[in-house]
Every structure is written in structure tokens, then in C-alpha cells.
């Protein structure tokens, strides 16, 4: 594991304002998310699924999106209830489920990924230059290479 007291104070207070700036934007964009529709809980479970291609265990959405499984398994029984998901067995081992996700669940997650990029696209016009711009485009990259990061616990 790196040592952050190797870091100067100024580049620990930097680091912190860096944390500040994304949590403020983190919060904006899951205001401009609040359709009022689907609780933000429910629809990042949706978007897991989407991404896993439609279709996962709740054990894998559970690990995915780092929730207990009585969680996961609780939001599911209300997903399926509003017609967002439905279960299906598994064709290989009947005692397994996969959970589906229906056109309702891939729509609510389109128009709501939707509104917050239409929010993002507008905000960044509005407050950028286009030379900031690219550089906000490029530090995209770094900031998915952050939020990949896995410290080696085998040290």
C-alpha cells in the first residue's frame, strides 16, 4: 500500500477538495435523477443489470453493486412487483434463479441515464469553454481508472 503521508499537505488538501468537487456533482446528478418514478436504489440495480446484459443471479447483483443479499433480494420482490424484472430458473439447475430485466426496467433506466446526460450536456456548455471541455472529456479516463483501483491486500 502507497503511504499518503508521502504526499505534501498542499497535494493532501488538493485531494480533498477533489473529494469535495465530485461529491457535490455526485449529488447534483442524482438530483437531476429524481424523476419521482423509481427510487435511486432501484434503478442502480436496474442499470447493474442492464450492464451485466440483462440477466444475472441476485448473487451477482448483490457482489456487483456491493449490497447484502437480503437487500438486493428485498428490492427485487418490489422490482418484480412493478413489472421492472421478472425470475426465471435456471435451464441448467432448476434451484437457480436469474433475474430478467423487462423492456419497463431497460426504459426507466434509458430515460433516466437520459436526463442526466441531457443535464451534464447542457451544464458543461453552459459553464465550459471548449478547450475545458476536452479537458474535462480526458480526465474521464482518469477519473474510471480511480474508481477501478483495488488496493493489493496480499501485501
Not at 446528478?29 to 451485466?52: I, Q, T
Not at 427485487?76 to 433475474?99: F, I, P, Q, S, Y
Not at 426507466?108 to 456548455?125: D, F, H, I, K, Y
Amino acid at each position: 500500500m502507497i503511504d499518503p503521508d508521502q504526499m505534501s499537505p498542499t497535494e493532501r488538501e488538493q485531494i480533498g477538495a477533489l473529494r469535495l468537487q465530485l461529491m457535490a456533482l455526485l449529488r447534483r446528478l442524482r438530483r437531476e435523477s429524481d424523476s419521482g418514478d423509481l427510487p435511486l436504489s432501484k434503478l442502480m440495480l436496474l442499470a447493474a443489470l442492464l450492464r451485466l446484459g440483462g440477466t444475472a443471479s441476485p448473487t451477482e447483483l448483490a457482489t456487483v453493486e456491493g449490497l447484502r443479499s437480503s437487500n438486493v433480494a428485498a428490492l427485487l420482490r418490489e422490482l418484480e412487483k412493478e413489472g421492472m424484472v421478472r425470475r426465471e430458473a435456471d435451464a441448467g439447475d432448476r434451484r437457480r434463479l436469474h433475474v430478467v430485466i423487462t423492456d419497463a426496467g431497460a426504459e426507466a433506466v434509458l430515460a433516466n441515464r437520459s436526463r442526466r446526460e441531457a443535464w451534464m450536456a447542457e451544464a458543461v456548455t453552459a459553464c465550459l469553454s471548449a478547450e475545458e471541455r476536452a479537458q474535462l472529456i480526458a480526465v474521464g479516463g482518469l477519473l474510471q481508472r480511480l474508481a477501478e483501483y483495488q488496493e493489493d491486500k496480499s501485501v
